[in-house]
């Protein structure tokens, strides 16, 4: 499969580039990519959620009347769930959510998510490029090139300068990402994917090892 390169003015460069259809033309696997995301949120979690239990709960043991002969229900103890500012019954507790994927579930979930964003016309290659300054108006100038000013963007390349990360770092809906740090998330969640020229052997030769 065969798509143009742009340069970053957003003109075409007279150039092809040739993508792998084994990595950006399969079939998507819906199943691996749900996997995959799955994982990924789960492991965004901090798990540091806590609810007080009986025996956390602050409160007085004593209990507080008769066990009978009063003509209501037996009351053990004022930190019983049923009263206000009781127990929780059963209540969060930190946890881990963490869950292992293999590599190869994980390799089918992001080439799978590459294959939908070609599929979609959402993935564009750009030439190789590097900024002279760290401005933020460098990437705002890219980004309105490609009509993309304030929608999720994700920026792939081989190996990123400083002046792009510290350019692109104010911009909440821009991504910079390297090659070996791409995941099924962010290419899913970016609304436009762009790519540099050479980045696409490093993908293709991460996803056929």
Known sequence: MEIKVFNIKGTETGRNVILDDTVFGIEPNDHAIYLDVKQHMANQRQGTHATLEKSTVSGSTKKLHKQKGTGGSRKGSIKSPLFRGGARIFGPQPRDYNFKLNKKLKKLAR?????????????VVLEDFIFDSPKTK????????????????????????????LAARNLKRVKIVRTADLNTYEILDAKQVLMTESSIPEIVKIHQN
């Open 111 to 123: 080439i799978s998510a590459l294959s939908y964003k070609v599929k979609e016309s959402n993935l």
């Open 138 to 165: 460098n990437v705002s100038e890219l980004l309105k090139s490609f009509q993309l000013t304030g929608k999720k963007t994700l920026v792939v390349v081989n190996s990123p300068d400083s002046n792009l990360l």
